[in-house]
C-alpha cells in the first residue's frame, strides 16, 4: 500500500509503531499494528468498538507497556514506564473523560497539576491572577471569550470543555496530542468548533492522532486514516487515495453491513 507523500511526511515522524503486539491474558487486543505521525498532521484512528483503539493510544501514552514490537519516537525507541514519562517526551493524551473537576474554576482545571508559584520557601502559593491572566488568553486565541475564568468549569459547554482540555495539553508543550473520540458526545455546533480547533492544532506543526468512530468528523480535518478491526489494521490511507464512501465501508465492515442490508431487502 502506498502513503501519500506530502511535505510533512519526508521527516521523521513524531511517533511510529512497528508490529506492535499488545496481550491482556488470552485476549489479544492487538495483534501487530503499524502506524506513524508526523508534525503537522492529522492522523485518524477509527474502528469499531472493541477494535483495540483505546489499548493502542494507551500504549502509546505509557499506561501500558506492550507485549511486544517497537515504539519510536523521533526516531528512536522507547519505552514508557508510565503516563508522565510519556508526557515528558511531549505526548498528551486526552481521554473521553477529560480529566477534569467540574466544580473547580477554569482555571484550575487548566492547571491542575502544574500551578505557577509565587513566593519564597514553604511559603509559596498558586500565583492565581497570572494563571487566570493565561487562560483567558489561551482561551480568547481559540475563539472562546472567557468572562470570568474562575467560573466552574462545568458551566461550559462540552464543545468548550473539549478546548479547554486540548489547550492545556498544547500550553503545557504537547508534541503529539492523541484525542480519544473528543466529538463523540458533541452536537453538529459543538463539534464544528472542536474540529476547527483540532485544525488549528495541526497547524501549528503538532502531530494529533483523532479518534473517532465518526467517519464524516474524521475526513473533516484528517490527513490520513488508519482503520482498525480486531487488533489489526487494515490499512492507512491518505485522503487524495479514499473517498468517505470507501472509508466508510472499510470501517464499518461494509460488506457485512450490505450483506444484512441485502438480507433484510433493503439498504441500511
Ligand atoms: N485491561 C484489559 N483487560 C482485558 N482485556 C482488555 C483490556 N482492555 C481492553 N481489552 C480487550 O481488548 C480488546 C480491544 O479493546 P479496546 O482497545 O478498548 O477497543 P476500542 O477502544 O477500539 O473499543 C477488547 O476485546 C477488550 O475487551
Ligand atoms: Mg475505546
Known sequence: MTETQTTSETGTPLIEVRDIVKHFGSVIALGGVSMKVHSGEVLCLLGDNG???????????????????????????????????????????????????PLMSITRNFFMGREPLKGVGPFKYMDMAHADQVTRDEMHRIGIDVRDPQ???????????????????????????????????????????????????????????????????????????????????????GKDEITIDALQNLMAGGKELQDLGAELGGTI
Open 151 to 237: 467560573q466552574a468549569v462545568g458551566t461550559l459547554s462540552g464543545g468548550e470543555r473539549q478546548c479547554v482540555a486540548i489547550a492545556r495539553a498544547v500550553y503545557f508543550g504537547a508534541k503529539v496530542l492523541i484525542l480519544d473520540e473528543p466529538t463523540s458526545a458533541l452536537g453538529v455546533a459543538q463539534t464544528s468548533m472542536v474540529l476547527k480547533y483540532i485544525n488549528q492544532v495541526r497547524a501549528k506543526g503538532l502531530g494529533v492522532i483523532f479518534i473517532t468512530h465518526n467517519v464524516r468528523h474524521a475526513y473533516a480535518v484528517g490527513n490520513r486514516f488508519t482503520v482498525l478491526n480486531r487488533g489489526k489494521t487494515l490499512g492507512t490511507h
Open 51 to 101: 477494535a483495540g483503539k483505546s489499548t493502542l493510544i494507551k500504549t502509546l501514552s505509557g499506561v501500558h507497556a506492550p507485549t511486544g514490537g517497537s515504539f519510536l519516537v523521533d526516531g528512536k525507541p522507547v519505552s514508557f514506564g508510565s503516563p508522565r514519562e510519556a508526557l515528558d517526551a511531549g505526548i498528551a493524551t486526552v481521554y473521553q473523560d477529560l480529566a477534569m473537576i
